[in-house]
């Protein structure tokens, strides 16, 4: 594509150079620099891209883009000023990639918890709709029936502008996204239009990158307020936060809840094990997904859904053949009788719907034993935090390593510890080797009782040390549990 075309909308400070010059590619990652390459100078938190210009030129770039013209200009390259080469580049890939997220109907997913939930849901609602469409979640990145591996919740603006050219090369009609705060506040969104976004919650999370829970939903409200007055906001008017979101945005406002008045309404009518008869706006209907915090997902893809045109009959019947989605409340039951539950909870707020949600269901004659950790390198006020929920809210709880990063598990353990109230110290124990946690609440577990492993739901691998060692909690279960019932 030619630099002129490239540059259609984008406002410049500067351009010194010229601008007919063709561009094979736009990379931000000066090692990965080729000939004919559009070399993007963005400052890091760790590196300034500005300093990588001469070695991004030795290596190709014919065209760089960048905050201030570096001291020498050379004839043969084209530099373009802008004011913010983060932002800039989203716009550059949008154009680049013939502004993909124009074609389809994008709707973006925000919150602290459900994000991967509600966007796998919808993905699967409207294939059982008969949509191809394409999906970008924690879990996988998908484009009709093809997987791509996901690397980050939210992926770079170039890689995910190249992903929707493809969904739209492929004939999808929708796209799915969830949207990170670390993917707002780095600019991962911008240039993206987007039909629909959702709010699920905001609870305790990530303060070790936004450091303050004002900062964390700044961050968040800063996608609906960006959003252009052609798009639909929907918000969980049951979270203190959802009209926070709602207060500066240009896009047409609407409201889900199970609490209050609303444009989609939910009440849950029964729930156990097995699933939920739920009404919806007047509507009842039977789906196999469980949990209270999973009839606030299914609203909101009731909502989203109804939003973009569809029937709500239509859309009840899609929900109703919906299947559970990886690592979130994944439940079944040894030959033994035991029940078990893997989910990725990983904050209070997540740890706190889950064990609530299995208290809903069980009898109280079961006990509950919660296996679960906290992350390395991650948030230290959230740890206290969790002891307190796991050891208030289950008959015992066994503290585990998660993904300890870097840090000492002991340290880790030692913090989530500091919470547990003492009318809750015999209702708790703490083995840092994870297998050996499971392998403990299985011992423990008899016939009825429900062991609920949490942290870590769909991932395969734990951190230890910078390195990542092949673990599943699902696999370590079924191995434990056939070795162990011999």
Not at 363 to 382: P, Y
Not at 465 to 470: A, E, L, M, Q, R
């Amino acid at each position: 594509m030619q630099l002129i075309e490239l540059l259609n909308r984008i406002p410049t400070l500067e351009i010194h150079g010229d601008t007919t010059r063709e561009v094979s590619e736009l990379v931000f990652d000066s090692r990965k620099v080729t000939e004919g390459s559009l070399y993007i100078a963005m400052r890091g938190t760790v590196a300034d891209g500005h300093s990588f210009i001469a070695s991004s030129i030795e290596k190709g770039a014919k065209t760089i883009v960048c905050e201030e013209f570096p001291e020498h200009l050379e004839d043969t390259i084209t530099y373009v000023k802008v004011k913010d080469s983060s932002k800039t580049l989203g716009h550059l890939a949008s154009n680049f990639y013939g502004n993909p997220s124009q074609k389809l109907k994008l709707v973006g997913v925000t919150g602290t918890n459900g994000k991967t939930s509600v966007s796998t849901l919808l993905f699967d609602v409207f294939k059982n709709l008969g949509y191809d469409s394409a999906l970008l979640s924690t879990v996988e990145i998908r484009i009709g029936d093809e997987i791509i591996p996901a690397t980050h919740t939210t992926p770079d603006v170039i890689t995910i502008n190249q992903i929707l050219a493809k969904a739209v090369e492929s004939g999808c009609e929708f796209a799915f996204m969830e949207v990170s705060s670390h993917g707002i506040s780095q600019n991962r969104i911008e240039g993206l239009h987007f039909k629909v976004a959702g709010f699920t919650n905001l609870t305790h999370d990530h303060l070790d990158y936004h450091k303050t829970f004002d900062e964390y939903l700044k961050t968040k409200k800063r996608f609906f307020d960006e959003l252009q007055d052609t798009a639909i906001a929907i918000t969980n008017i049951d979270d203190k936060n959802g009209n926070v979101m709602l207060q500066n945005t240009k896009a047409s406002k609407k409201s889900y809840a199970l609490k209050t008045m609303a444009d989609y309404h939910g009440r849950a009518l029964e729930i156990d094990f097995n699933g939920m008869l739920l009404n919806f706006n007047g509507k009842e209907f039977w789906t196999t997904l469980t949990g209270r915090f999973n009839v606030y997902n299914l609203l909101l893809v009731f909502g989203i859904a109804s939003e973009l045109g569809f029937e709500q009959s239509e859309i009840l019947q899609a929900i109703s053949i919906l299947k559970r989605v990886s690592g979130r409340f994944e439940t079944f039951k040894s030959d033994g009788g035991i029940f078990f539950i893997v989910d990725y909870a990983h904050t209070p707020d997540a740890l706190e719907n889950i064990l609530d949600s299995i208290n809903d269901i069980r009898t109280k004659n079961e006990r509950l034993i919660t296996v679960f950790g906290c992350g390395g390198d991650r948030d230290h006020s959230k740890r206290p935090e969790m002891g307190n929920i796991a050891t208030k809210k289950s008959t015992l709880a066994i503290i585990t390593s998660d993904n300890p990063r870097t840090e000492d598990p002991a340290q880790i353990i030692k913090e989530i510890e500091a919470g547990v109230e003492p009318q809750n110290f015999s209702k708790y124990t703490s083995i840092p080797d994870r297998k050996e946690a499971i392998k403990m609440a299985i011992k423990f577990a008899e016939p009825k009782d429900i062991v609920l492993v949490a942290g870590k739901g769909h991932e395969n691998y734990q951190e230890i040390n910078g390195v990542k060692h092949h673990f599943d909690d699902k696999e370590v279960i079924n191995e434990l549990w056939k070795l162990m019932s011999k």
